[in-house]
């Protein structure tokens, strides 16, 4: 051979010339091609490093010119398979491969398909149509290695892959199990990868979702546990299915990893005939038992397979236990355990004390579908055995004290059902005591069947003539006191504090007084106790929309003590950071007025003309006691220091208003300019109110309120008032809702809660209902608003709950105002009703039965007029319990005109229990 043809060949593969590395091969001889070899692989060994930034031009070329030169089929296999080269063989655009091999003989070729064979592994599946065409083409025997099956399956799975140049063209059928019947190759290829475990056949693939988008026959047709099962209904022979049932078992149990969808839909469709389930007996339970274990710590994934696995009752039993246990978890777990409990009982495989015992665990949960599934039980056990009959009806009576009316009925028409059977008296004088707990409505059928009971007259079934307790409610909050700093050591715990809670505002307050304070009486010892916390600065996302000031720039205020250089997000520094990155800088009225006391804060730490700030609160909801504010202002006359403007203003607008004289009179015997103001403001009583009802709101009928969200008014003031523009303007209108709200808005208007709270909108903020309830002033249409609208979020329902309960102890609960706001987001689809009343409950629950009732007493006309909301039933089932627990008598017409309906319905059945609870 020339040098001119071995320059030639290198020369093409470093082009990436594909096609004239293939005619260059054609005209060498066999051992031309051999002569080639080493030069090709020391050109490998050159570019292995860079192999894969290489084109697939230069990849494929380089391929192509080595895979010619080999004279060995063992090490043209071994050339295929190697890392670097074996995604050819996974290619769909590899034309050029068949045209090299088949340069070689036709028994070099089947040598090929034989070392290629033996050398494939089950998880390196590569294209068939490649090794299906040697096979074809050299006429030699089916290989029938894992790897050559795997590869099989795949390839035909595969129904979008063009094939390369088949001999006999393409393989139709549009789906996997269409292409395995037509494939001559199935007959000799399926039975043998069913008995061999290493060939993987898919039965723990993923399909679930494909289900739920194409339906179960597709899924079937195009898996290939699926076609398996298809297959094995049609012929024996080509997939047995004693193996198959065995096969899925097997892999299911060596999984590391089980989807348990998965594996329930594939459980499903492989259908396990009688003879099947039980041979697999001891696989079931093994599969069983740490899916079991799941459950109980209350993961329900694995529900959908257990129940696939559908475990006979004698093989439950021995787990029984972990059954009962399960009646103690979540509403999904429960009921499974329930199931598996029926089906033990239905064999007579449980104990009596054990079905008492779910009684107990069940028949008092809020759960209605658990509940009435026991109640179902308990019915078909006293039928199936009437012996039974005394226990059953006294478990069954322990739902008299459920909080659900149609519970508490259908208990006692099963108790009903099967006292006949009863002959024990002491049965009888147990339900006597049960129905105690009964609503008035039941209690006289109660009385007839069980003769009448002394009832308690604390308990639920409290009527006419019975003393009703009063509500029980929470102590209205009072804010704890806050105090001054008394060392300079304690003012760097105090700001390492805020700077780990930036929505602490008692921290923010005594560590912004104490640098202040400290700065000016040892302002060498505060900055070295600063240093450890100052090491972390408080970043942030200067690509964010807002500048607006937070209580964790209180950092600033340090820097200014150490005389450190400014960080880059300093607040004085921001305008400029946001005009270069052209951010939306602009800041809102609560941040103007932090950002102006914090620069304030800043120029009396470099002059120290101020010993400390008046504005420090001495409660922890931001507020000031006048007495205190006076005692201050009187030291700084003493000491002939003027207050800084913004601390004065913010000091005001803080102070409590009082009507003690005492402090009146020593408030006007100061002279100062600022002591004359505190007199003034202290005279009119503080800043003014406002209102913010929504205009066109229906105060005079709240509940007539036409559907919507009617948000509060934005609360402005037309009061000229003696404070400086970044204060007044807190109190004026605001350009727009706070993105990010901070309690310590509420903090610099303690006593506007109202105004506060409407300006936090729709804004979530997990501090806002419990810093509203600590807060002063009226609790008007904002506030009550911001708790109705949570009382349908369920993360924020308790907070809702707990806010509601004190405006009750505080006697500011407007009843009729929430009960509008409720019915008016309830008919415009923001609120859901029954969320709305599980947290009405709840309060409920606490003691506070007549508290609720007034809300349900103005709210149930709106909620059940011309067409009633969705969960009215549930909601006059609590209407009826807080009625008849706060003995309220009385009258609604829309309770009375759905009760007058016909019919059966829950609502129609709660409503005529609280029409004649309310008639008494």
């Not at 894992?146 to 099989?152: H, R």
């Not at 409990?341 to 069940?362: P, S």
């Not at 937070?550 to 607040?571: C, F, K, N, S």
């Not at 001495?618 to 005692?631: P, S, Y």
Request: glycine content about 6%; some cysteine.
């Amino acid at each position: 051979m020339s040098g001119d043809s071995m320059t030639n060949l290198l020369h093409l593969a470093e082009a990436g010339d594909v096609e004239g590395v293939v005619k260059a091969l054609a005209v060498l001889t066999p051992q031309e091609r051999a002569a080639q070899a080493v030069a090709l692989e020391e050109r490998r060994a050159r570019i292995r490093a860079d192999w894969g930034a290489c084109s697939d031009e230069l990849r494929n070329a380089q391929i192509a010119a080595e895979l010619g030169c080999l004279t060995d089929p063992g090490a043209a296999a071994d050339c295929l398979l190697q890392g670097a080269n074996l995604w050819a063989l996974s290619s769909r655009s590899i034309p050029w491969l068949l045209d090299v091999v088949n340069l070689q003989p036709v028994a070099w070729r089947a040598e090929l398909v034989t070392r290629l064979a033996e050398r494939l592994r089950p998880e390196e599946t590569v294209r068939f149509d490649f090794l299906e065409h040697l096979l074809y083409d050299a006429g030699c025997p089916v290989p029938t290695t894992d790897g050559f099956i795997a590869s099989w399956l795949w390839w035909r799975r595969q129904s979008t892959a063009p094939p390369l140049r088949l001999r006999d063209g393409f393989l139709h059928g549009d789906s996997f199990l269409e292409r395995l019947r037509a494939d001559a190759l199935t007959p000799v290829l399926l039975p043998v990868a069913l008995r061999r475990p290493a060939v993987p056949l898919g039965l723990v693939e993923v399909f679930h979702s494909t289900l739920k988008r194409h339906g179960l026959r597709h899924v079937l047709e195009n898996t290939n546990f699926g076609a398996l099962i298809l297959l094995s209904t049609e012929d024996e022979r080509l997939v047995d299915r004693a193996t198959l049932v065995r096969r899925f078992f097997a892999a299911h149990l060596a999984a590391d990893r089980v989807w348990w969808p998965d594996a329930a839909v594939a459980l499903t469709s492989l259908a396990l005939t009688p003879e099947e389930h039980a041979s697999v007996s001891h696989e079931r339970l093994l599969l069983a038992e740490p899916m079991i274990a799941s459950l109980l710590q209350d993961n329900t994934h694995p529900l959908t397979f257990l129940r696939a696995l559908a475990l006979t009752p004698a093989e439950n039993a021995p787990l029984l236990r972990d059954h009962v246990a399960m009646l103690d978890l979540s509403s999904q777990v429960a009921a499974y355990g329930q199931e598996v409990l029926i089906g033990l009982d239905a064999a007579g495989l449980l104990e009596d004390d054990v079905l008492t015992e779910t009684c107990e665990r069940v028949l008092l949960r809020p759960e209605k579908k658990l509940v009435r599934a026991q109640l179902a039980w308990l019915d078909r056990a006293a039928k199936r055995d009437a012996t039974r009959a005394g226990r059953i009806v006294g478990g069954a009576a322990l739902a008299f004290q459920h909080s659900d009316v149609d519970l508490q009925e259908r208990a006692l028409k099963l108790v009903a059902r099967h006292l006949p059977a009863v002959a024990d008296a002491q049965v009888l004088s147990g339900l006597r005591e049960a129905a105690a707990f009964l609503t008035p409505a039941l209690s006289a059928r109660a009385d007839e069947l069980f003769g009448p009971a002394v009832r308690d007259t604390g308990g639920p079934s409290a009527g006419p003539s019975d003393e009703v307790p009063p509500d029980l409610l929470p102590e209205a909050p009072e804010p704890e006191p806050v105090h001054a700093i008394a060392s300079a050591a304690e003012v760097a715990p105090e700001l390492a504090v805020l700077l780990a809670d930036g929505e602490n505002v008692v921290a923010f307050e005594r560590a912004l007084d104490g640098l202040v304070r400290h700065a000016r009486l040892d302002r060498g010892t505060l900055s070295k106790a600063l240093e450890p916390v100052m090491r972390i600065r408080p970043g942030f996302d200067c690509w964010c929309s807002r500048a607006d000031v937070t209580q964790r720039d209180l950092y600033d205020v340090a820097t200014a003590v150490r005389g450190d250089e400014p960080r880059d997000w300093h607040i004085h520094r921001r305008d400029e950071l946001f005009e270069a990155h052209r951010a939306d800088g602009r800041i809102t009225e609560p941040g103007a007025l932090l950002k102006a006391r914090l620069t304030e804060a800043i120029g009396l730490v470099e002059s120290g003309a101020q010993p400390y700030l008046l504005a420090l609160p001495t409660r922890a909801n931001g507020a000031v006691d006048a007495a205190i504010l006076v005692e201050r202002i009187a030291e700084f006359e003493s000491l002939g220091v003027t207050p800084a403007p913004i601390d004065l203003a913010q000091a005001l607008l803080r102070v409590t208003p009082t009507d003690d004289e005492r402090v009146r009179e020593a408030a006007g015997a100061l002279r100062s300019d600022a002591g004359r103001r505190l007199a003034r403001w202290l005279h009119r009583g503080g800043a003014p109110h406002w209102d913010t009802t929504p205009d066109k709101w229906p105060t005079g009928d709240p509940t007539g309120a036409k559907p919507g969200e009617w948000a509060p008014a934005n609360p402005r003031t037309g009061h000229d008032l003696p404070l400086p523009p970044v204060a007044a303007a807190l109190l004026g209108p605001y350009g727009w809702s706070h993105p990010h709200p901070g309690t310590f808005m509420l903090a610099q208007l303690p006593h506007h809660r109202d105004e506060v709270a409407a300006r936090f909108g729709e804004q979530t903020h997990r501090l806002l209902l419990p810093r509203l309830t600590e807060a002063y002033g009226i609790a008007g249409y904002a506030t009550h608003w911001q708790i109705t609208r949570r009382l349908g979020d369920p993360k924020e329902a308790d907070a809702a709950v707990d806010a509601l309960l004190v405006l009750a102890a505080q006697r500011q609960l407007d009843a009729r105002l929430l009960a509008g706001q409720w019915q008016a987001l309830t008919r415009c689809g923001v609120l859901m009703p029954s969320r709305v009343t599980a947290a009405l409950r709840a309060a409920a629950e606490t003691g506070a039965w007549a508290t609720v009732w007034s809300i349900l007493e103005a709210a149930l006309p709106a909620l059940l007029r011309d067409r009633p909301v969705n969960g009215a039933g549930a909601l006059l089932a609590l209407a009826v319990e807080c009625a008849v627990r706060s003995g309220a008598r009385g009258s609604v017409p829309e309770v009375d005109e759905l009760a007058a309906r016909k019919g059966s319905s829950q609502t129609v059945k709660n409503a005529r229990l609280l029409r004649d609870v309310l008639r008494g």
